[in-house]
T-cell receptor, first 115, second 115 residues
Framework: AQSVTQLDSHVSVSEGTPVLLRCNYS??????LFWYVQHPNKGLQLLLK??????LVKGINGFEAEFKKSETSFHLTKPSAHMSDAAEYFC?????????????FGAGTQVVVTP | NAGVTQTPKFQVLKTGQSMTLQCAQD?????MYWYRQDPGMGLRLIYY???????DKGEVPNGYNVSRLNKREFSLRLESAAPSQTSVYFC??????????????FGQGTRLTVV
């Protein structure tokens, strides 16, 4: 079975400072990993995805994530936070076999950006 | 492009009433999903359809039924609504298996309140 743990339920950062959102996963097989963002009262937008081609993945709006198999982690970072980054972020894992086609969500990390 | 379209966007039901949430995608995707989102719990899978003609239970299927009407449409029915089903419901679709980096695309959500 697969699962996702987002290590922080809330993160508060100042505008212009780095953002780090932590995600650990468990999966019996090589997983696919995603980060989605949800702005208030909106749907979910894909930020980036890990497809096993490269361990460092670049996404939209300056976000990137690094896949570390040895640590079973897929942390999301951004060098400089912007006010528009205030949102909820979800780490998602999907795989094959018994978890075929199912996207397993973490509980989410709420990001607050202060001026 | 419309992507994934859900109707209605908002709904208030009385306990015991029934309703159907509609979802349609125009991306020729094989797989479709229904999730519910509750605070602090991320998104949890209710039902999914790997391909036209098939449906399967997810993590929280009790109290719900689904119909994959055709390749485009996947509906979710609440036969007898309960206050515990107050939630935001998201429909999603994906090209195929979650493995290989195939991401899910989400609708804008249906905010359901059961009183």
């Amino acid at each position: 079975a697969q699962s996702v743990t987002q290590l922080d339920s809330h993160v508060s950062v100042s505008e212009g400072t780095p953002v780090l959102l932590r995600c650990n996963y468990s999966s019996s097989y090589s997983p696919s990993l995603f980060w989605y963002v949800q702005h208030p009262n909106k749907g979910l937008q894909l930020l980036l995805k890990y497809t096993s081609a490269a361990t460092l993945v670049k996404g939209i709006n300056g976000f990137e994530a690094e896949f570390k198999k040895s640590e079973t982690s897929f942390h999301l970072t951004k060098p400089s936070a912007h006010m528009s980054d205030a949102a909820e972020y979800f780490c998602v894992v999907s795989g094959v076999t018994d978890s075929w086609g199912k996207f397993q969500f973490g509980a989410g990390t709420q990001v607050v950006v202060t001026p | 492009n419309a992507g994934v379209t859900q109707t209605p966007k908002f709904q208030v039901l009385k306990t015991g009433q029934s309703m159907t949430l509609q979802c349609a995608q125009d991306m020729n995707h094989n797989s479709m999903y229904w999730y519910r989102q509750d605070p602090g719990m991320g998104l949890r899978l209710i039902y999914y359809s790997a391909s036209e003609g098939t449906t399967d239970k997810g993590e929280v299927p009790n109290g719900y039924n689904v119909s994959r009407l055709n390749k485009r449409e996947f509906s979710l029915r609440l036969e007898s609504a309960a206050p515990s089903q107050t939630s935001v419901y998201f429909c999603a679709s994906s090209r195929g298996t979650g493995g290989g980096g195939t991401e899910a695309f989400f609708g804008q959500g249906t905010r359901l309140t059961v009183v």
